[in-house]
């Protein structure tokens, strides 16, 4: 079973980590990727860029309308994402309780099935 576990970034809850917190951040994550490479169930993990960097873009009318920035005013932002093939629910919810980001105030890991893929052979 393929599950997407997507990292919630909150900027405040970040900042407020001091340098030995923010190691321990990429370094549980260096380590989350590790074990998940080792056991098979990683298939890819990516990191976004800061929403600040992002575009927006609407069709009306048939003609294409982007427009710079995230699409909603909120303070979390999705930051980045591991998708793993594993046997069951309860085990993409284990490995998730094992990502940094989820230990951390105003943070968390959302987990959602895969219903369809297409693209990645």
């Not at 079973?1 to 030995?20: G, I, V």
């Not at 873009?57 to 710079?68: H, K």
Request: charged share 25%; hydrophobic share 45%.
């Amino acid at each position: 079973m393929k599950f997407l576990l997507m990292l919630h970034n909150n900027p405040a809850a970040l900042e407020a980590l001091d340098a030995a917190g923010r190691q321990a951040l990429q370094d549980g994550h260096a380590r989350f990727i590790q074990e998940t490479q080792r056991s098979g169930e990683l298939i890819v993990t990516q990191a976004l860029q800061h929403p600040s960097r992002s575009a927006v873009v609407r069709v009306r009318n048939g003609q294409p309308a982007v427009t710079d920035g995230p699409y909603l005013e909120t303070k979390e932002f999705l930051g980045g994402f591991y998708m793993l093939d594993v046997a069951d629910r309860e085990r993409a919810l284990e490995l998730a309780a094992g990502i940094p980001d989820a230990a951390i105030d105003g943070m968390g890991v959302e987990v959602r099935e895969v219903m369809f893929e297409a693209g990645l052979d």
